[in-house]
């Protein structure tokens, strides 16, 4: 195998792991805890009278979703930072200004959702 | 390299590193939840558990006992399968991120059999560990949103929401945090980035004053805890993304809440705080602290910060979810943007820039400190005297 791609197999191991916890302590435990279901056990949280609907139809704010999209931005714009941090003491002064006009394309966007209070939550 | 060479090194190794540092972290996340309470309790002039065992040591072993034994209530409209699965989701990235953290430098050991081995106290020290972190962490919010969603409960569901909105809010200021460390660094693997902290002779708190603090609030938020704990928030989501989950799956979100503070803390102190060095790493006279071991070292720092966790939970109230997304978005944005393009000005001048912008860093933080408590200090004290029914109950009594 590629040595290289050897390295990352650690993380394999520990995500095996992880997952062995929960799936076998479930299935194990299933043998020693009680089962005693009951309709009212069994019924979805509630205070006072029970909801008619079921919760999947349930609508919600749309500025979740422009969060979503805001976030998505963002993101793509700090993996594009990190590449250029690790190489910014060999750019220089170059890398600087280029980042500085990336940058300041953001903040242009940044501040037109700020004006259209995409940022504010009420 | 023969085949038992590459086995030990690729399979042997590592995967007995994944069962220890698994079973380890699974036993702190314990520990840690019986240290909480012990120290809130301390913090608000009550005993907190204190009955089983020795001062209450063993509390953690009965509620393991207790959360294994106890019955697996799914509702019944539930989609079983996510139900099941989100759980798992949290969990898994939540501990394989583990596989990165360096508590420590390359040792080599005498293994009777096995003649010596070189290995390390990390799984892994890949070109790209930090940005593994950050990708690997961020899966974890499949796992509360679908465990939201699955539930069927509404209390659920917006709690798996709030909690989706809050983390993808956060993991902004904290990559932008992260950013500006990788340029004092010069790389993305944590071990060198811990060893850069030793050839710059500094830790990256000097010039990283402003980066740590934004590093330190985002990842208190992304860990749900207070004074984040939005998607907890008893008083309006009763138990937010977990309601209608409990036993055992709900330990699984526990303990693995347990676990990302510790991952948070262990990226901080491998960023800022010099990971397994001594403090000091270049000053000779400060060479009797080498006394204790790196690894060591490490952990007393991680465990600082899991303090100032528990101190934070018994000092804060709750943010109000607007104000929440406000910090994120209106303050903590802003200040992160500025501060990357200070220390990116620091690094043209190399490490004596960053020592510079460091020392500017501190003196302003210094001063800022003493001008506000002298002005406190100069100000007679806003009226201490209780509102007028109050004295009045006083007086009676």
Not at chain 2, 348 to 358: A, D, K, V
Request: glycine letters at 6%; proline letters at 6%.
């Amino acid at each position: 195998m590629n040595p290289s791609m050897a390295s990352y197999l650690p993380i394999l191991y520990f995500a095996i792991m992880a997952a062995i916890i929960p799936v076998a302590g479930l299935a194990a435990m299933s043998l020693l805890r009680p089962s005693k279901p009951t309709p009212t056990k069994l019924a979805p949280y509630e205070c006072g009278v029970a909801s008619p609907t079921e919760a999947f139809d349930h609508r919600f704010s749309v500025r979740y979703y422009l969060i979503a999209v805001l976030f998505v931005v963002f993101d793509v714009e700090t993996i594009f930072l990190f590449p250029w941090a690790v190489m910014y003491h060999r750019l220089k002064l170059f890398g600087l200004v280029e980042m500085l006009v990336f940058l300041a394309i953001l903040v242009v966007g940044y501040v037109y959702a700020w004006r259209r209070g995409a940022l504010s939550w009420a | 390299m023969d085949i038992s060479a590459s086995v030990l090194t690729y399979f042997l190794i590592p995967a007995v590193k994944a069962v220890v540092v698994v079973i380890l972290v699974a036993t702190a996340a314990g520990v840690l939840t019986y240290i909480e309470r012990r120290t809130l309790a301390f913090l608000q002039v009550r005993k907190g558990p204190n009955r089983v065992g020795p001062e209450g040591i063993l509390q953690f072993v009965a509620d393991v006992v207790k959360l294994l034994t106890k019955e697996d209530v799914v509702p019944a409209k539930a989609q079983h399968f996510i139900h099941f699965l989100a759980p798992v989701l949290v969990m898994v990235p939540g501990l394989a991120v583990f596989a990165v953290l360096p508590w420590g430098p390359e040792f080599t050991m005498r293994i009777p059999g096995l003649g010596k081995i070189t290995t390390a106290w990390y799984a892994a020290d890949l070109n790209v560990s930090l940005l593994l972190v950050l990708a690997i962490t961020s899966v974890g919010i499949y796992g509360i949103i679908l465990g939201g969603w699955a539930s069927n409960s509404k209390y659920a569901l917006l709690g798996g929401l709030r909690s989706a909105a809050q983390l993808i809010s956060y993991e902004v200021p904290m990559g932008f945090a992260v950013v500006s460390a990788i340029l004092m660094a010069r790389s993305l693997s944590l071990v060198e980035i811990v060893e850069a902290q030793r050839t710059h002779q500094m830790w990256f708190i000097l010039p990283g004053l402003v980066s740590f603090f934004l590093y330190f609030v985002s990842g208190v938020a992304e860990t749900n805890r207070i004074p984040f704990d939005l998607p907890e928030a008893e008083s309006e989501l009763v138990a937010g993304f977990h309601t209608e989950y409990s036993g055992f799956r709900w330990a699984i979100f526990f303990l693995t809440e347990y676990a990302n503070m510790i991952t948070i803390s262990a990226i901080a102190t491998a960023l800022f705080f010099g990971g397994w060095l001594r403090p000091f790493p270049s000053v000779h006279a400060l060479a009797f602290l080498d006394v204790v071991p790196p690894v060591l070292w490490y952990v007393l720092k991680v465990s600082c910060f899991l303090f100032v966790y528990i101190w934070f939970r018994g000092t804060f109230p709750r943010y109000r979810f607007d104000q929440l997304m406000a910090l994120g978005w209106k303050t903590l944005i802003p200040i992160s943007l500025t501060n990357l393009v200070l220390v990116a000005l620091a690094a043209l001048g190399g490490f004596r820039g960053l020592r510079i912008l460091g020392i500017v860093l501190w003196g302003a933080a210094i001063g800022a400190f003493l001008i506000v408590t002298r002005l406190r200090a100069a100000k007679p004290p806003a009226a201490k005297t209780a509102p007028a029914s109050v004295r009045a109950r006083a007086a009676e009594a």
